[in-house]
């Protein structure tokens, strides 16, 4: 009996949905909650644009603008390496709140404009050779560190444990050890009475003045210039080129560069010093470098903290600069301008 108790109970038990059937539902709604998620999107999507076209709109009416016309330059996020590359560039496009009569209502309206105006062209760099300039900014920017990091902390170091007419000694005994390729480029621009007065300073310096410690040639009247084969390539008629900055170098053009390498192969000391460690070899170069930094350490700074574009400034000085040096000061009054007038 139990065993047809149990008979009985399975056949009044309501028998199972086939498995067909229950994936038919389950397929029926996933279709049906995809159809309601399509429609949910669209609708979002439609009334995202009619806000966005409403904005618009009332964009154009309230007197907005800058919106869309200036989109690349407000897609552009602000960083330190933009305010290097192009100093200026944040400080004029700065938002600004301008009244307007909107051409609907004719009425006046307060907005906010965004105006992005062109660069102005300096009239000092008009001439100025320097297709690669966004390069030459990237290197600017790391001679920048390098100065900031290096050269002002040893220059300052230099300044302050070694007094003032040690210095001067040292920037002597440095212009009289370049005596010989500055003699070597007076022959080579066909100035005789310029190798002469090279000549006289540098045995005159090199034995009354103590190994050119002491300027005794200056003393008795006898003045010198500073030449090199940038300059004798400029006196033969050899354009300057391109303007290029150096790492670690500096400023410097095509022409110039090549004059350096041959100052350097002219140079005794580069012979002299051949064998040595490196150390000794840089020597020259390093007392070079220590002592005219920090001869313009003070005008450098001052057309930092006053130029609205620093690299400009170096590069417009710098070619002023050599142009005059291959006049042999001939123009500088006319063209070239103190960095520092109270140095």
Known sequence: MAGQGMLFGLRNT????????????????????????????????????????????????????????????????????????????????????????????????????????????????????????????????????????????????????????????????????????????????????????TLVRFMVNSTAGFGGLVDAAGAAGVQGRNEDFGQTLGVWGVGAGPYLVVPVLGPTTVRDGTGRVVDLAFSPLTWILWDMSIIERASPTMATVVTTHESIMDGIQATRESSPDFYASVRDIYLQKREADIANGAAADAVLEPINPDY
Not at 59 to 87: K, Q, T
Not at 88 to 117: C, F, I, M
Not at 158 to 182: D, F, M
């Open 14 to 197: 309501k028998p199972l949905a086939p498995m067909s059937k229950i994936h038919t539902i389950s397929n029926w709604r996933t279709r049906r909650m995809a159809k309601n998620v399509r429609l949910l999107s669209t609708g979002v999507v439609i009334a995202m644009a009619g806000m966005t076209v409403a904005g618009e709109f009332a964009s154009a009416e309230s007197g907005i603008v800058g919106s869309h016309r200036y989109a690349d330059e407000m897609r552009r996020p602000p960083s330190s390496l933009w305010s290097l590359l192009h100093p200026s560039a944040d400080a004029e496009n700065q938002p600004t709140e301008v009244t307007v009569v909107t051409p609907a209502a004719g009425r006046k309206t307060r907005a906010l404009a965004v105006t992005v105006e062109e660069p102005a062209v300096d009239p000092l760099a008009s001439g100025a050779d320097d297709p690669l300039e966004p390069l030459n900014r990237l290197f600017f920017g790391i001679n920048e560190v390098i100065d900031l990091v290096v050269l002002r902390p040893v220059s300052f170091i230099y300044r302050t444990v070694v007094p003032s007419p040690l210095r001067q000694g040292i920037a002597n005994a440095v212009t009289n050890a370049a005596s010989p390729v500055i003699f070597a480029n007076d022959l080579l621009q066909g100035d005789i009475d310029a190798a002469k007065t």
